[in-house]
């Protein structure tokens, strides 16, 4: 059972049992297509354990190993040691000054560039880019 009224301004109104819909006529009809993103069902990360896996591997052995700019020694080390000083007063945490931080961002930063990097090698190649 569907009925159809026609407003003043020429747009039909459509209403069946099952669903209603505005269409304006055919001469007014633009073509735009709207699709609403749907996060459940569109993967648009495109996770991949490989990249992952190979990413971690890919930042973890290069920061082992010893550059001038500390001393001889890779950022990894000194990153692990630095956690393990400030495990050693736990309660208080690192002060503000503390080369802790900067470990931590500097190797944090490196990974998920290297991620990144690795993310867009990955689909880049799956899709075709390269």
């Not at 495109?46 to 990249?51: E, I, N």
């Not at 040691?81 to 900067?102: C, M, N, R, T, V």
Request: include cysteine.
């Amino acid at each position: 059972m569907s009925f159809a009224l026609k407003s003043a301004s020429g747009i039909s109104l459509v209403r069946s049992q099952r669903t209603s819909s505005v269409r304006a006529p055919v001469g007014r009809r633009a073509a735009v297509c709207v699709r609403a993103a749907n996060f459940a069902t569109d993967s648009w990360i495109k996770k991949d354990p490989l990249v992952l896996g190979a990413s971690l591997a890919g930042w973890i052995i290069p920061s082992n190993i010893g550059v001038s700019g500390f001393g001889g020694q890779s950022l990894f080390g000194l990153f692990n040691a630095s956690i393990a000083e400030e495990l050693a007063h736990f309660p208080q945490g690192p002060a503000l000054g503390d080369k802790f931080w900067l470990y931590l961002i500097s190797w944090h930063v490196g990974l998920f560039v290297v991620m990144l990097l690795g993310q867009i090698g990955i689909q880049g190649r799956k899709q075709g880019y390269f």
